[in-house]
């Protein structure tokens, strides 16, 4: 589970218990001589956001059923980042309240983070020790009386991808621009932070997501993330608890205004059709996506199209889990001559990074698309190239995903799926 420093208390009781717990922390440092001076009283503030958002985090991590490791920060360059992006839970008091933690017996390290290449670390792994229980409610945890705080970090900038396929954040400016991005977040967060949402099956415990955070209702506050230090690369929204979910978990779980089911309405084939969008070609007849005919390794040849459509130059290797949908022996080259025949309107597109524009046009139709539905009372929880809606609302929600297409493209070619639970 990865460390989320929005975490904190929501209840007078809990509250109570992280005081003392802070205040047994403050009289160990000094009492050991770890510290020599007494902290002043915003450094003794600093001290306790963090104890409170460690002993949250540590809270949720025992309320998970599958017993996960605590992956904290303890790199002085993610700590004190110079990017503008660093939490006020990090610095200097964050590392204090950790090894005040571990120093006590509260906590137990399982490893200390260190560096694999100039790119790519291991973090470091906690878990709360059996003392701890006499802190903090583990037993059974009290995840309840935990809420998540607004991120005040509503949209991010970040590098192109490394390598190991990570990017930095960058900082920038405020301008009017960004003034305006950011208002569209908050308004959202708001619309979302007030709606009925509910996660079922959660009586026994807890589960963590594919992103490594809890599946819990109060984790619905977004932000959106731009690529490329780029403005005009991908903007897609990140943080809900849905975003982490399994596609079948989230029909069984999710309920939405008044314990509604949810229903999936999603646009089909969406960025190759954009791309036709933007070479001024018509739409292809049938399958964008079946390049032979017979409809054989489509997920392949679904995946080599959105990677030559975001490559930058030609592609070199095979996508990531893709040569598998394909006959032994076809080589890239040949696949790429027969993508290219298939979808000859638009390769002159592929090997410019056009998807990130794509992504861009997708991420303000979702915008749009989520403002508008909240303007008629609808909850729609954004997913990429969807919206989560409940099942009384799926054709609503589909006539405003057609609308939205229409407006940002001239085109009225979308195709707008909806999927409801099985019965």
Same mark, same amino acid.
């Given at each position: 589970?990865?460390?989320?420093?929005?975490?904190?208390?929501?209840?007078?009781?809990?509250? !109570?218990?992280?005081?003392?717990?802070?205040?047994?922390?403050?009289?160990?440092?000094?009492?050991?001589?770890?510290?020599?001076?007494?902290?002043?009283?915003?450094?003794?503030?600093?001290?306790?956001?963090?104890?409170?958002?460690?002993?949250?985090?540590?809270?949720?991590?025992?309320?998970?059923?599958?017993?996960?490791?605590?992956?904290?920060?303890?790199?002085? @360059?993610?700590?004190?980042?110079?990017?503008?992006?660093?939490? /006020?839970?990090?610095?200097?008091?964050?590392?204090? #309240?950790?090894?005040?933690?571990?120093?006590?017996?509260?906590?137990?390290?399982?490893?200390?983070?260190?560096?694999?290449?100039?790119?790519?670390?291991?973090?470091?792994?906690?878990?709360?020790?059996?003392?701890?229980?006499?802190?903090?409610?583990?037993?059974?945890?009290?995840?309840?009386?935990?809420?998540?705080?607004?991120?005040?970090?509503?949209?991010?900038?970040?590098?192109?991808?490394?390598?190991?396929?990570?990017? #930095?954040?960058?900082?920038? /400016?405020?301008?009017?621009?960004?003034?305006?991005?950011? @208002?569209?977040?908050?308004?959202?967060?708001?619309?979302?932070?007030?709606?009925?949402?509910?996660?079922?099956?959660?009586?026994? @415990?807890?589960?963590?997501?594919?992103?490594?955070?809890?599946?819990? /209702?109060?984790?619905?506050?977004?932000?959106?993330?731009?690529?490329?230090?780029?403005?005009?690369?991908?903007?897609?929204?990140?943080?809900?608890?849905?975003?982490?979910?399994?596609?079948?978990?989230?029909?069984?779980?999710?309920?939405?205004?008044?314990?509604?089911?949810?229903?999936?309405?999603? !646009?089909?084939?969406?960025?190759?059709?954009?791309?036709?969008?933007?070479?001024?070609?018509?739409?292809?007849?049938?399958?964008? !996506?079946?390049?032979?005919?017979?409809?054989?390794?489509?997920?392949?040849?679904?995946?080599?199209l959105n990677a030559v459509l975001f490559a930058d130059g030609p592609l070199r290797?095979?996508?990531?889990?893709?040569?598998?949908?394909?006959?032994?022996?076809?080589?890239?080259?040949?696949?790429?001559?027969?993508?290219?025949?298939?979808?000859?309107?638009?390769?002159?597109?592929?090997?410019?990074?056009?998807?990130?524009?794509?992504?861009?046009?997708?991420?303000?139709?979702?915008?749009?698309?989520?403002?508008?539905?909240?303007?008629?009372?609808?909850?729609?929880? /954004?997913?990429?190239? #969807?919206?989560?809606?409940?099942?009384?609302?799926?054709?609503?929600?589909?006539?405003?995903?057609?609308?939205?297409?229409?407006?940002?493209?001239?085109?009225?070619?979308?195709?707008?799926?909806?999927?409801?639970?099985?019965?």
């Amino acid at each position: 589970m990865w460390f989320d420093p929005l975490l904190r208390t929501k209840t007078a009781e809990l509250r !109570y218990a992280v005081q003392r717990l802070r205040d047994a922390l403050l009289h160990h440092e000094s009492a050991s001589g770890a510290r020599k001076r007494a902290r002043k009283e915003a450094d003794k503030e600093k001290f306790g956001l963090a104890v409170e958002a460690l002993a949250c985090n540590l809270i949720l991590l025992s309320a998970i059923e599958s017993r996960p490791k605590l992956a904290v920060p303890r790199s002085h @360059g993610f700590l004190w980042r110079g990017d503008g992006g660093t939490n /006020p839970v990090y610095g200097q008091h964050f590392l204090s #309240a950790l090894d005040g933690l571990a120093s006590l017996g509260l906590i137990e390290e399982e490893r200390r983070g260190y560096r694999l290449s100039a790119r790519m670390r291991l973090p470091s792994l906690i878990r709360p020790s059996g003392a701890l229980a006499q802190h903090l409610p583990l037993t059974p945890p009290d995840w309840r009386s935990i809420k998540q705080v607004n991120d005040s970090a509503l949209i991010i900038l970040k590098e192109g991808k490394d390598d190991h396929g990570r990017a #930095a954040t960058i900082a920038f /400016p405020e301008t009017a621009k960004t003034r305006q991005l950011a @208002g569209q977040m908050r308004r959202i967060n708001e619309v979302l932070g007030s709606a009925d949402i509910e996660v079922i099956g959660q009586d026994t @415990g807890l589960s963590l997501g594919r992103d490594g955070q809890v599946i819990a /209702p109060y984790r619905r506050s977004l932000r959106r993330i731009f690529n490329n230090a780029n403005w005009q690369h991908g903007g897609r929204l990140a943080g809900g608890f849905w975003m982490g979910m399994e596609r079948t978990e989230r029909f069984e779980r999710i309920r939405i205004d008044g314990g509604q089911r949810i229903a999936d309405v999603d !646009y089909r084939q969406l960025f190759p059709r954009l791309a036709y969008v933007r070479a001024d070609k018509p739409q292809p007849d049938g399958d964008i !996506y079946d390049v032979v005919g017979d409809g054989s390794g489509r997920e392949g040849w679904k995946t080599l199209l959105n990677a030559v459509l975001f490559a930058d130059g030609p592609l070199r290797n095979w996508p990531e889990s893709t040569l598998q949908h394909f006959p032994s022996g076809l080589k890239l080259r040949k696949a790429i001559e027969m993508l290219t025949a298939r979808h000859a309107p638009i390769a002159h597109l592929f090997g410019t990074r056009l998807g990130f524009q794509l992504l861009r046009i997708e991420s303000d139709m979702l915008i749009g698309i989520i403002t508008h539905l909240a303007s008629l009372g609808v909850t729609a929880l /954004p997913l990429h190239d #969807a919206v989560l809606v409940a099942e009384s609302k799926a054709n609503v929600a589909a006539d405003a995903m057609q609308a939205a297409f229409s407006m940002a493209t001239g085109s009225s070619c979308a195709i707008v799926s909806i999927e409801f639970c099985p019965r």
